[in-house]
């Protein structure tokens, strides 16, 4: 397996990430579960599109072009072949920015991007196969065209690094506050720019927190959940039981599998955005 970030232009900083790519020549039949990252994507299969299940349509082959929505589930995939795709992960607070009125929407969804915004579709798919080919420049153009004009919501980008910050601990009332906004209307205006509610950003940062304390030590689970600010380990097995569909101990032996073919314990949280965190079964 191998995968690898690029860092964005600092002209998109504020909306794009990373752009990922994954290659798999042999990835085997097992489905594999992907947990939530607070993130939209857009993601273009260049090998073989895998299946997907979701509880919309059960199991179904994917697109050769998606927007992979937020989520709040954990969802799970079959590889069909040899896996080798693009995607780009945008921040937090931009995915409206890419496609305005939307991402609330399509929460826990994974969509054709073709269904969306057909000439976008094709223009990402042709790009994607130039930066594969380490043409890049026109990816970050045309995600450059794609968001002209289009400003994240500084307040909500500011709120979003508070919570991220805080390791998912900050409350929404402080935060609603530091933005200068009702909480009625910073609720408002953080689902509209992320695709979540606040408290969910904040429980999926949590989330990432106790993963990266599963794959980085030895601590007792009782001990990694009071380090994640949850209120003790049934609190945490519970949440991660209805985020991931595993509990921390079997978390923690499927990481490890993962941190062994990954390289380092970072790049094997990371993954779980970009297409295989998770385990087999």
């Given amino acids: 397996m191998e995968y690898r970030e690029f860092p964005p232009p600092a002209s998109l900083t504020a909306h794009v990430q990373c752009v990922w790519r994954l290659r798999e ?37 994917q697109a050769r072009t998606l927007f992979a929505a937020q989520r709040v589930i954990a969802v799970r995939l079959e590889a069909a072949g040899a896996v080798d795709c693009i995607g780009v992960r945008m921040q937090p607070a931009a995915g409206a920015a890419f496609f ?41 153009a045309l995600l450059t065209r794609r968001v002209a004009g289009r400003v994240a919501d500084a307040r909500i980008a500011g709120a979003v690094a508070r919570i991220e910050s805080s390791a998912g601990r900050a409350r929404v009332d402080a935060l609603a506050r530091a933005a200068a906004l009702s909480l009625r209307g910073f609720q408002s205006r953080f689902r509209a720019a992320v695709g979540l509610t606040p408290k969910e950003f904040a429980r999926l940062t949590r989330l990432q927190a106790t993963l990266r304390a599963l794959d980085g030590s030895d601590a007792s689970i009782a001990a990694v959940a009071t380090d994640s600010g949850f209120a003790d380990q049934a609190h945490v ?5 209805r985020t991931t569909g595993h509990t921390p101990a079997k978390l923690r032996d499927e990481l490890h599998r993962h941190l062994t073919q990954a ?13 295989v965190r998770g385990a087999a079964g």
Avoid: K, N, Y
Wanted: proline share 5%.
């Fill in 100 to 140: 305005p009125g939307t991402v609330a929407r399509l929460r826990d969804r994974v969509v054709d991007l073709a269904a969306l915004d057909a000439r976008f579709s094709r223009a990402l798919a042709a790009s994607a196969r130039r930066f594969a080919a380490q043409e890049t420049a026109s990816l970050w």
């Fill in 25 to 61: 020549a042999s990835p085997g039949d097992a489905a594999r579960t992907i947990f939530p990252d607070g993130r939209c994507e857009l993601i273009v299969h260049l090998g073989t599109p895998p299946r997907c299940w979701d509880a919309l349509d059960g199991w179904h082959s």
């Fill in 263 to 275: 390289g380092d314990g970072d790049a094997a949280i990371r993954m779980a955005a970009a297409f």
């Fill in 237 to 241: 097995t519970r949440e991660l039981r």
